[in-house]
């Protein structure tokens, strides 16, 4: 995706960190691609020692042997380079999804999105050190880093979340939201996929939705536009998880966690074999005769 189909305001700020938060993504390619080389690179090696096995219990003949292997060696050579380009391929996806996402879910829903809060929220997963702190600073100043290092912290530290929500600005607060909504929005997604094949199943850890109602009620009623996405996403999840919990807004306009609530499509158990079909009985489908 390049920056004039993101779909974010053309301001050079957004642009910039959305372009160096690009490149950060990308930085990742060459030690991914190594390590989906050294995983495909075992596969292909167990499967030349079955090749090994075969041969040596007498099951391959020396020419059948040196076909197999060669075969092998040419899928593994396939295979190989196709890494490259799928790796790009998914981590340009992260990108969108998880860096991206945020920012246009910002742009799109909340009451007020400021420049700095939409490129803050795609340089927040950039930071890893100190350094990579002092470089986000020294390129988009103090107002983006600040916010990057606040979202950052609350992130690292769940335990303590809730208090540190609570005394956090405003932009900060609508990066969370903007962060917790785009997650929900990509498991929904992956929901959808999921759905198409009936041996799917999205399983949620116990407590995730209890988890994240926690997380976001430290920042209910900063922005009503986000509040709303949110609850319209953590319900589609819930049903499509087939969870029994979902959220909805109190008649003061306070966040509810309703419990129980009957999935809105219960899970449905695939049939088993069929078992042999019993033999006609004699007649002629009267009474006592033919009923099968």
């Known amino acids: 995706m390049e920056f004039k189909d993101s779909g974010l305001p053309q301001i050079k700020l957004v642009e910039d960190a959305f372009n160096f938060s ?9 030690e ?4 989906v080389q050294q995983q495909v690179g075992m596969i292909f090696d167990q499967q030349k020692m079955m090749l090994d096995f075969a041969k040596q219990s007498g099951d391959l003949t020396d020419g059948e042997y040196e076909e197999e292997k060669k075969n092998l060696e040419k899928q593994r050579q396939m295979q190989m380079g196709a890494l490259a380009p799928m790796v790009q391929k998914s981590l ?6 998880k860096r991206v996402g945020p920012a246009r879910e910002l742009q799109q829903y909340a009451d007020n999105a400021s420049a700095d809060v939409l490129a803050a929220v795609m340089l927040v997963d950039c930071v890893r050190s100190p350094i990579d702190y002092e470089n986000i600073e020294k390129k988009f100043g103090s107002t983006v880093a600040g916010l990057v290092a606040e979202v950052a912290h609350i992130d690292a530290y769940p335990s303590e979340r809730s208090e540190n929500l609570q005394k956090a600005g405003t ?15 990509n498991v929904n997604k992956e929901i959808v ?3 198409k094949n009936p041996f799917n199943r ?8 209890e988890q994240i109602y926690n997380d976001v009620l430290p920042i209910w009623g900063t922005d009503k536009k986000m509040d709303a996405r949110f609850v319209q996403l953590f319900n589609k999840f819930g049903e499509g998880a087939s969870s029994t919990f979902r959220v909805e807004v109190g008649a003061k306009g306070e966040l509810e966690l309703l419990k129980d609530v009957a999935p809105a499509q219960p899970i449905k158990l695939l049939p088993g074999p069929k078992g042999p079909k ?13 009923v099968f």
């Open 193 to 195: 996929k999921a759905s």
């Open 171 to 185: 932009d900060t607060k609508r990066a969370f939201m903007a962060r917790v909504i785009t997650d929900l929005e």
């Open 278 to 290: 019993p033999p006609k009985p004699p007649g002629n489908g009267g009474i006592g005769g033919d």
């Open 22 to 30: 690009k490149a950060n993504t990308l930085a990742g390619e060459k």
């Open 32 to 35: 991914m691609l190594k390590s």
């Open 202 to 209: 999205i399983m949620l850890p116990p407590g995730q939705e």
């Open 92 to 97: 340009l996806e992260m990108f969108t999804a």
